[in-house]
């Protein structure tokens, strides 16, 4: 069992950055594939951005660019750097880890970006 802790999240106004962090229980971190995955009112959840094991990573078209994931498997942590923020940016944004097939998902942290 993985349990994921988002935080980060804030009202920002648009062109602003924020760091999420999410924090990994347990010692199998390093082995996970970590995402960020955001979801907006009425809307359904999309992947933002993912990182495997080996620091592959990939991004929504949507944020390519302006967003970046990394991962500091010392800390059992995963990071999502969101520069140039956009209104439609605001979402609640979810920690997803895969291990081993298995999917595990935090509580999410709120951004709003302001116009």
């Known amino acids: 069992q993985v349990q994921l802790v988002e935080s980060g999240g804030g009202l920002v106004q648009a062109g602003g950055s924020l760091r999420l962090s999410c924090v990994a229980s347990?010692?199998?971190?390093?082995?996970?594939?970590m995402g960020w995955f955001r979801q907006a009112p009425g809307k359904q959840r999309e992947l933002v951005a993912r990182?495997?094991?080996?620091?592959?990573?990939n991004y929504a078209d949507s944020v390519k660019g302006r967003f970046t994931i990394s991962r500091d498997n010392a800390k059992n942590t995963v990071y999502l750097q969101m520069n140039s923020l956009k209104p439609e940016d605001t979402a609640v944004y979810y920690c997803n880890a895969d291990l081993f097939s298995d999917n595990y998902w935090g509580r999410g942290t709120q951004v709003i970006v302001s116009s």
């Open positions: 347990g010692s199998m971190f390093r082995f996970a594939a």
């Open positions: 990182i495997t094991r080996d620091t592959s990573t």
